[in-house]
């Protein structure tokens, strides 16, 4: 029989998991979530192919439909990785004998054959003692779990058991991000990207900004998550894009720029992203060659199975596709023959000691040089001293964006810093 590959289903999970924490609460029962990620897929679809991996995927739901006798516990959470509800949990340490049967019966079952790179799964677990806990706080419990197994710092049960309820200021910060998106209350902030062959900045990024009432700012990485977490991922990067859509309106006249959003590696796959940027182009008459969407390097190798059509379809509109933060995740030249990006950024990490040579030295020339050969531009983020901007462009890199030219601005500076810079040269 040939097993079909599930839909990813995040909406759903995260339905199933609140509903299972009511009843939980209601009841007094203590619910467990694993959470399972088959974390080197990517490097086996990429060794033995696409259908090699989309089988391993297939097998791994069946097997693990076949431990429980609830349909409504398992799913397909995202691109490799799998969500499984343990609900009326009467003794929590019996999440220990369900992580080593889930352990066992993936390895068993997912065995590719000698020779073969076997399949490495890593769990993520939460235990939410009488439900105490709100579902998006028991996901992040679990997420927390599964961030540490990957790095190798397994989390024992009993740190597992002893999970506190959310403290009055993430129950608050909840309540504010949902108010905030509701009444578009974020802000974009503007930073900008200097042409190294022209010295102007034509481009710039668009950067997430939550300022509360007390005038603090809440951290976009924190933001982010507590979308992804309560399922509004989607939600909030329809806000950014929009948002950057109808400024880059608002400018087309004044400011000659292009503007780039970052979109989480989670959406990349979503069927809905290339008609949310086509709609936006549409209601805002912005030219498709002005806007760009910065993603991460993990988000354009993951899934092939509907990334990289939506990718392909995105970059049909016209629109700049970025590879965010290259060189920090799974860096393949393989998957340079194919991917549909046209722009490849540098992270920061390997700019920070460049001018010091050495090891980012050698390895920032070989990015340059292999995406030329492959025609994309080369934008190095981070740049905070002219030597390293001097070096970068002596090196053909393309662009660069740093606090040595300015940290991301608001709009109002944003068009005052373009007025004083935009007909001189930067470098």
């Known amino acids: 029989m040939t097993l079909g590959l599930p839909r990813i289903e995040r909406e759903a999970f995260l339905k199933a998991l609140g509903l299972r924490v009511r009843e939980g609460r209601h009841n007094g029962d203590t619910v467990g979530l694993m959470l399972i990620d088959l974390s080197n897929l990517a490097r086996i679809n990429h060794s033995y192919g696409f259908d090699k991996g989309d089988l391993i995927i297939a097998e791994a739901q069946e097997a693990l439909l076949g431990v429980t006798k609830l349909s409504d516990t398992v799913f397909r959470s995202g691109s490799r990785q799998f969500a499984y509800i343990l609900p009326g949990l009467n003794n929590p340490a019996f999440i220990a004998l369900a992580m080593n049967r889930v352990q066992t019966l993936l390895e068993d079952a997912l065995m590719l054959g000698d020779g073969v790179m076997p399949i490495q799964v890593r769990l993520g677990v939460a235990v939410n003692k009488a439900s105490k806990l709100s579902a998006l706080d028991m996901l992040a419990a679990a997420e927390l779990s599964l961030a540490d197994a990957k790095k190798g710092k397994e989390r024992n049960l009993e740190d597992l058991l002893g999970m506190e309820p959310p403290s009055e200021r993430e129950i608050e910060l909840e309540r504010l991000f949902y108010e905030s998106l509701h009444n578009n209350a974020f802000q ?28 603090s700012f809440v951290s976009p990485e924190y933001a982010v998550n507590l979308a992804e977490n309560s399922g509004r991922g989607y939600a909030l990067a329809k806000w950014i894009v929009h948002r950057a859509m109808r400024q880059a309106r608002e400018w087309q006249d004044t400011v000659d720029v292009q503007i780039a959003v970052n979109i989480q590696a989670s959406l990349v796959a979503n069927p809905d992203l290339h008609g949310l940027v086509k709609d936006s182009l549409a209601i805002w008459g912005v030219s498709p060659d002005k806007f760009a969407l910065e993603i991460t390097e993990g988000g ?31 860096s393949s030249l393989s998957y340079f023959k194919h991917i549909p ?44 001293d002219r030597a390293t901007c001097d070096l970068l462009k002596a090196l053909g890199c393309d662009y660069i964006q740093g606090y040595y030219f300015s940290k991301p601005l608001s709009v109002e500076n944003y068009e005052a810093w373009m007025r004083e810079n935009k007909d001189r040269s930067l470098i």
């Open 188 to 215: 974009l902030y503007y930073q900008p990207k200097i042409n190294l062959h022209t010295g102007r900045p034509d481009a710039a990024e668009a950067l997430l900004r939550w300022q509360l009432e007390d005038g």
């Open 300 to 330: 354009f190798i993951e899934d092939k199975e509907s990334g990289f059509n939506n990718l392909l379809n995105l970059r049909e509109l016209g629109t700049t596709l970025s590879i965010d933060d290259f060189g920090t995740g799974y």
């Open 341 to 384: 990006a046209d722009e490849l950024k540098i992270d920061k990490s390997f700019i920070d000691n460049l001018i010091e040579g050495g090891h980012d030295l050698e390895l920032v020339k070989i990015m340059i040089y292999i995406a030329h050969q492959f025609d994309l531009t080369v934008v190095a983020e981070g740049v905070e």
